[in-house]
């Protein structure tokens, strides 16, 4: 935990709620381009948040097995920093995605138990960057954004090759335990800054950010 923890807040969709994520201190707003979601929004509610954001905020697009097709839209549309692969895209179409488009590409995998370690190294051959989330239960509705956490002490003292950003379950309370065991010095909350789905606290956004730089809330 340190003053230099940064911060996504991911799932953000309203006006409001980016510019309270802003204030609470986020370096990363995620928009959420996935139709099953309550936090998927449309290309031009994106484009409207995208463009109100703060010059320094990095704008990340969320998608799940996105063909081409939707990644042209979407980044026609929104000005994105990076795109984050939150379905069960392959090795190979990371290395496909980040070669086309051209932005930073973070890839989500999913943790449950140490059978899911080796699944590290091989996005991390051609990710940019890795989103390691808890594993969703096989009759999941979404891939991500459920609440879930992993056992940390999973990925404590792992040496990694690449840049990383600790997800799952994450809230005010506990962010600063997990960053504990892990290391993390990116970290990634959805549900457990939110109101009601797709619905942001703005007490719940300072709380975390706060918890996770190990400082007290104002
Ligand atoms: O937030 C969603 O609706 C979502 C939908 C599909 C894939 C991923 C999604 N969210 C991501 O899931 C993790 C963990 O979320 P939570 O903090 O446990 O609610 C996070 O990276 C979100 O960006």
Redesign the pocket.
Known sequence: MSAHTRV?I??LTRAQDLDHAAKAGASYA?F?F?P?????LTLEAARDLALAAPVGLAK?A?V?NADDAMLDAILAQVPIDMI?L??SETPARVAEIHARFGLPVMK?VGIATADDLPKLAQFEAVADQI?V??KPAQDAA????????FDWRLIAGRDWVKPW?L?????PDNVAEAIRLTGAQLV???????AA??LKDPARMVGFVQAARGLAAA
């Open positions: 996504k991911c799932g995620g959420v996935f099953k979601s309550p936090r998927n990340v969320l799940v984050q939150h379905g989500a989103l989330d808890a979404l891939p991500g954004g459920n609440g879930l956490s950003m997800a799952g379950g994450l809230t990634d909350v959805s549900s457990g800054v939110e789905p797709g």
